[in-house]
């Protein structure tokens, strides 16, 4: 079985462009995660999807940042206009209706210049 | 409030050495779930273990166990005959069933030394 598969690996990008990151979740898992991990602030939620509907979007830092889930097998995090102190690795990870522990994509490396 | 506090945030140790990482927990509710992840150097995050607060039974899983102690809301990971790849950072969390998301402590970078 595939695990959770995120796009880019690695992204560089210049100060207020626009940044989509990718996220095919495990195949049958109905809720997908969104996080940051920074040195600073560690590992946050961003935001969270159950059946493809978002439930919480509280650790979202604000309107620049956007997700979306349009189908149970693909979600997107949008950043416009990216900034510096978005520089982060963003980890998409999913879980099913029968198990608790959360599977963890590849991570995303964002840098912002 | 949930809370994972991992005091240790680095341990070094020498190959073939025991080692304990520490996790301690803060929660109100009476069914909950606890974790450990693995993040190697090469950045994933690797899923080991979850506990269920009504099974206090440690563990063991090769040279992995995991001690769970609700009366000292504690659940420490201990590495045995530590090996260079075993060298990550670990981190305990935390799914309590009145809320909805995922805490995680801040880490403990374990690195063995040859």
């Known amino acids: 079985d595939a695990g959770v598969i995120q796009s880019p690996r690695h992204e560089v990008t210049e100060m207020g462009q626009e940044v989509t990151l990718r996220c095919k979740p495990i195949s049958g898992h109905n809720s997908l995660f969104w996080y940051r991990q920074t040195m600073m602030r560690g590992l946050e939620l961003l935001i969270y999807?159950?059946?493809?509907?978002?439930?919480?979007d509280s650790g979202m830092p604000e309107d620049r940042f956007s997700a979306k889930m349009p189908n149970a097998s693909f979600s997107t995090l949008k950043i416009q206009p990216s900034e510096p102190r978005d520089s982060a690795v963003y980890f998409c990870?999913?879980?099913?209706?029968?198990?608790?522990?959360?599977?963890f994509g590849p991570g995303t490396r964002l840098t912002v210049t | 409030a949930q809370k994972v506090t991992q005091a240790q945030t680095e341990i070094s140790v020498v190959e073939k050495e025991d080692v304990t990482l520490d996790c301690v927990y803060e929660t109100r509710d009476t069914t909950y779930y606890l974790f450990w992840y693995k993040q190697p150097p090469s950045g994933e995050l690797v899923f080991l273990i979850r506990r269920n607060s009504f099974d206090e039974q440690n563990e063991i899983s090769g040279r992995y166990s995991w001690n769970f102690q609700k009366s000292t809301s504690s659940f420490n990971f201990t590495i045995t005959a530590s090996q260079v790849v075993d060298s990550a950072v670990y981190f305990c969390a935390l799914y309590g069933t009145s809320g909805s998301r995922l805490t995680f402590g801040e880490g403990t970078q374990l690195t063995v030394n040859p």
């Open positions: 990870a999913s879980r099913g209706t029968s198990v608790l522990e959360q599977y």
């Open positions: 999807f159950n059946n493809n509907v978002p439930i919480d």
